[in-house]
Structure formats: structure tokens, C-alpha cells
């Protein structure tokens, strides 16, 4: 999904002259092309994301269109409040693209994973926050959002799904509606297991890539069944519970750093995020609405 | 200038008294800075928005108060409007709001922040191959943030040189993190260096208007409440404090007594 990234911003700044591209040292050889062909708009400004953060607010200020691409615990978690205050507060916005959240980093430990970044920039006014899960999302949303003079986040993923989805900013997909008790609801790349899990099952399958703004209507659409939320981040959950009177079940990350290294896959067998657990949890949530 | 440095104190001290709120002393020590900033670079009161306008930050927003007093002495708004400061749906509050008060950059508040921002207005700027300088005013409280250094790294390697800093040397962090010789390590980071009195309007012009190769630090040295005997001597207790009816008396005839 980085190399659709560098794609789509690539063709972006050869038609824009307000698209600049700014790194935390990370990407930069997949980079080396835009660097040639755009080298005052290119910058590997250095290992200081709070700096990185600020100044494309101050680019923003004065009518750029930066893009601010990092590993994601470091350019959101740490970054935060310059992400709310010198974007966000200032109304200058700004394009936010992490790699490595999902646990792409998963032999690094919790230190390069992130929990929050969706959760905590979905709170922040005014944000926009999304998480494509396949190279047609990141290349049709960073086209419609790039240069919408609001803060933006992007979070990708080295393990994209293969699936076709709307890729209309705000809109939900829905995959399957059988009328079913249980709907499974999800975002990201995490769309091929929660996809696969369900392909069996006997319930209604709604995909998100877009988490602020959240499609209330969708989600409205199946107010009276059993929800289920499968994702491999907090943000969804609460973006879905928001919608009045909706109640909501959880099947995601722990309470616990799930420091244990290996791969993504690894992490997601662990914390029941791969196909068979997800399968088993939605099992379940579908024997208790049967039973109910 | 439609008032004297010694009028703008008078009117932050009246406005502070009135409203209750305001950092006095951390005023007092930069209002010859923001009058020669303000003297120096291109803007336009009465067009706020002008594209041709070189840009200041307020980095160390809590001089938010002096910042207005400043502004309206250069004509921004009258200053009888500052009088609400603080005060619900103001558009003066104790920091200051750029949506809110024209002519204000960038809001301000958290330390550490504005001068990033500086810096990548600066860099907006090389990169339309405009003349816009960009000035910015921090405090050397507020350099105990990481992010001021990280910022002028960034200035510095990005070859900056239409930003220009101020640095407010009023030792507001003797008591706690100290920054001994900040004009030592500004010029370790690479930038050009000019040390003066930063209550000497005529000499921070002169620094301000002088140009190199790099980044520019002016480190502005002042005295925190400068201006009144009783708050200069006493700075840590006027943090965040207003006079009373009697005090603002005692503190205007201090004022009104101060030998330039």
C-alpha cells in the first residue's frame, strides 16, 4: 500500500504544485523518483515528528498541500498534540500517512505498535480519519481528500485485502445483507480474514474504510441486529457506538501490550484476529442471538 | 506606532486589572520586541490578509495581552476592544486566536509549537521563491521544549534563511531549567546569531534587518516585568496575577516613573 501511496502522490504533485512531501526518514528510497522530479517539494526532514507535524502546518498555512508519512505510533501517538493544535485548532490541516500500524512491525514490539491513532485523531474536531484496507482505497481517498484544508489521516498497511469495496469518502460497503441477526462490522486490512471468516456464516458483513466521518445511515440500516465489531485498532467501536441507541460487542485488541514479536499474522492468531478466531467469535455472538 | 512602549504597559496593566486575567511581566519583557518586529517587517493593518505580508508568530502565546496592545498601537483594532480580554465570546482571549483576531498568524498557547510552524511557513515561502521573511518570538521558558530544537534543526538544514527568531531572554526559568549562553548553542545549531537589548527598540531593529545565509536568532535580552519596579522585582509571584484597584494605581506611577 506504501508504493500505491507514493504512486498516487506522485501523480498528485505532477499536476499540483501545492503537493509537498515530507518524511521522518522512513520510505525514503521508494521515494527516490519524486525526489528527482520534485526535489523542492521533497523533504527527509529527520527524526522529529513533532517538528515534521508543525512545519506542514505552517506549509498548510501558506497554501501548500503537504503529506507527512512516518511510522505510525510516532507521527500520531507522539505527535498528537501538534496534530490538534498546530492542524487541527489552526484550521491549516494536513495530510497524515503512517505505515507500520496493524502490526506490520510486529517483530519490533509495542513500542512500534499502535493502539490509539484512530481512536485519539478521530476525537480531535474537525478530523478526518481513515484506514484504507486495499490500493484502490488509498488511491481513491488520497485523491478526493488531499486538498481538502483539513486535517487528514491515512493509515496503511503492508497487508492489504483483496476485496472490491465502495471507495466513496464516507461510505460504508455492504458486503453481505442476508437479513441476518448478527451483522459484523470491520475496517481496514483486516477486511480478507473478517471476509473469509464470514463467507460460511449466516450474517450481514459491513465494511468501513472511512471512520470519521462514520456512515450513521448505514449503520442505522441494521440498528435491530446483534453487532458485532471486529478490528484491529479501538475507533471503530466507539465510532459505531456513537450512533444513538446502538449497542455494540467488541472482538479486537486486548487490554495488554501484545509485545510477543514474530509477524502480523503471529499477533492476530494470538489475540484471536485471524480467520479462525474471528470465525469462532462471530459464532459465538450468532449462537447467543439464536438463543436470545 | 499610535502609543509609546511606556502607554502599551499602562494599557496592559489597566486591561489586566480590569478583566482579571493576564501574564503581565511576560509582557512587559517583550514589548520592545514586538514594536520593532512590527516596525520592521511588511504588513498592512488594514489588510490583515495581504498576500504580500511577511508573517509573525507568536511562539510563547501567553504573552497574548502584550501581543494585542502591541497590534493595536500598530493600528490592528482600537485598543478600547481589548478590554473584553478573557472574557466568554471575546474575540481577546488569553491566547491569542488567529480566526478571531485579524492579523493574528498563527494560535497560540502550548509552548514549543509556533516556531515549527514558523519554520514551515518559511520553507512554504523558499519554495514559492517568495521574499516573505517570517519572524517568530519565543521564550526561553518555553526552550525547555524539545520541539524548539527540533525546529531549528529543521531551519537550519533546510538552509532558512527568511526566518528569523527572537528569543526572549528574560530568565523566567532561572528557578527551574535554566538555558545559560543561549547564544552559544543557537550558534552550535547553526544559526546566526545577534545578541542585544531587547528593550532597545532602535538596536532589535537593527538586528532584525541584518541578514545572512541562515536562520536568524535574536536573543533579545530583557528583564521579565520590565517597566515596573514591583513586578520586574517580583516576576514569580505576577506569573499570572492582576493588580487591584491600589496596585494597578502603585503600578502605573511605576511605570509612568520608569527611566528609560
Not at chain 1, 247 to 255: E, F, K, S, V
Not at chain 2, 68 to 81: G, K, L, Q, R
Not at chain 2, 154 to 170: C, P
Request: glycine fraction near 8%.
Amino acid at each position: 500500500m506504501r508504493g500505491q501511496f507514493k504512486d498516487t502522490v506522485s501523480d498528485l504533485a505532477g499536476v499540483d504544485e501545492r503537493v509537498a512531501v515530507i518524511l521522518g526518514d522512513v520510505s525514503f528510497y521508494m521515494f527516490r523518483h519524486f525526489q528527482e522530479a520534485h526535489p523542492d517539494r521533497f523533504y527527509n526532514m529527520g527524526i522529529c515528528e513533532n517538528a515534521l507535524i508543525s512545519v506542514a502546518a505552517g506549509m498548510s498555512a501558506m497554501g501548500m498541500k503537504p503529506f507527512v508519512h512516518t511510522i505510525a505510533p510516532f507521527i500520531t501517538e507522539r505527535s498528537v498534540e501538534q496534530i490538534k493544535l498546530d492542524m487541527s485548532y489552526n484550521r491549516f490541516g494536513g495530510n497524515i500517512v503512517s505505515c507500520g500500524a496493524s502490526f506490520d512491525y510486529a517483530w519490533d514490539g509495542a513500542t512500534h505498535h499502535t493502539y490509539m491513532d484512530l481512536a485519539i485523531l478521530r476525537l480531535i474536531p474537525d478530523t478526518e480519519v481513515i484506514q484504507p484496507g486495499s490500493n484502490r482505497e488509498i488511491d481513491s481517498l488520497l485523491r478526493n481528500r488531499y486538498a481538502n484544508d483539513k486535517t487528514t489521516y491515512f493509515r496503511l498497511s503492508d497487508h492489504p485485502h483483496d476485496i472490491d469495496v465502495d471507495t466513496t469518502f464516507g461510505k460504508a460497503t455492504v458486503l453481505k445483507d442476508t437479513g441476518a441477526k448478527v451483522t459484523v462490522m470491520t475496517a481496514g486490512p483486516l477486511l480478507g480474514n473478517v471476509f473469509e471468516a464470514c463467507r460460511e456464516l449466516d450474517v450481514n458483513l459491513v465494511y468501513f474504510h472511512t471512520l470519521k466521518p462514520i456512515d450513521r445511515e448505514t449503520i442505522e440500516r441494521f440498528r435491530d441486529t446483534r453487532i458485532l465489531v471486529v478490528h484491529d485498532a479501538f475507533g471503530l467501536h466507539e465510532a459505531i457506538n456513537e450512533v444513538p441507541d446502538i449497542r455494540t460487542r467488541y472482538h479486537g485488541l486486548p487490554d495488554q501490550f501484545c509485545g510477543w514479536y514474530g509477524t502480523l499474522h503471529d499477533i492476530r492468531k494470538r489475540i484471536g484476529l485471524d480467520v479462525e478466531g474471528i470465525r469462532n467469535a462471530v459464532e459465538r455472538a450468532v449462537s447467543k442471538a439464536e438463543n436470545a | 506606532m499610535n502609543a509609546t512602549p511606556r502607554e502599551i504597559r499602562a494599557n496592559i496593566l489597566r486591561i489586566s486589572h480590569g478583566s482579571g486575567h493576564g501574564h503581565i511581566p511576560t509582557c512587559f519583557s517583550v514589548i520592545e520586541s514586538l514594536c520593532a518586529v512590527y516596525s520592521t517587517m511588511r504588513h498592512d493593518p488594514q489588510k490583515p490578509e495581504w498576500t504580500g505580508r511577511d508573517r509573525f508568530v507568536l511562539s510563547k502565546g501567553h504573552a497574548a495581552l502584550g501581543y494585542y496592545a502591541v497590534m493595536s498601537a500598530f493600528d490592528y483594532f482600537p485598543i478600547e476592544d481589548v478590554h473584553t480580554f478573557g472574557a466568554f465570546d471575546s474575540n481577546f482571549g488569553c491566547h491569542a486566536d488567529r480566526l478571531k483576531v485579524p492579523g493574528v498568524e498563527v494560535s497560540t498557547g502550548s509552548l514549543g509549537h509556533g516556531i515549527g510552524v514558523a519554520a514551515g511557513m518559511a520553507l512554504a515561502a523558499k519554495i514559492a521563491r517568495s521574499d516573505t521573511r517570517v519572524y517568530t518570538l519565543i521564550g526561553d521558558g518555553e526552550s525547555n521544549e524539545g520541539s524548539v530544537w527540533e525546529a531549528i534543526m529543521v531551519a537550519v538544514n533546510g538552509g532558512l534563511d527568511n526566518l528569523t527568531v527572537i528569543y526572549d531572554a528574560n530568565g523566567s526559568q532561572g528557578r527551574c531549567l535554566p538555558i545559560p549562553n543561549p547564544a552559544e548553542r543557537f550558534a552550535a545549531f547553526g544559526c546566526d546569531v545577534a545578541e542585544v537589548d531587547g528593550h532597545d527598540i532602535d538596536a532589535m531593529k537593527t538586528a532584525l534587518q541584518e541578514k545572512g545565509g541562515k536562520p536568524r536568532v535574536v536573543v533579545a535580552k530583557t528583564v521579565k516585568g520590565w517597566g515596573a519596579r514591583t513586578l520586574s522585582e517580583n516576576f514569580h509571584e505576577w506569573h499570572r496575577r492582576s493588580p487591584n484597584a491600589e496596585e494597578l494605581r502603585n503600578l502605573l506611577e511605576e511605570v509612568d516613573a520608569w527611566a528609560v
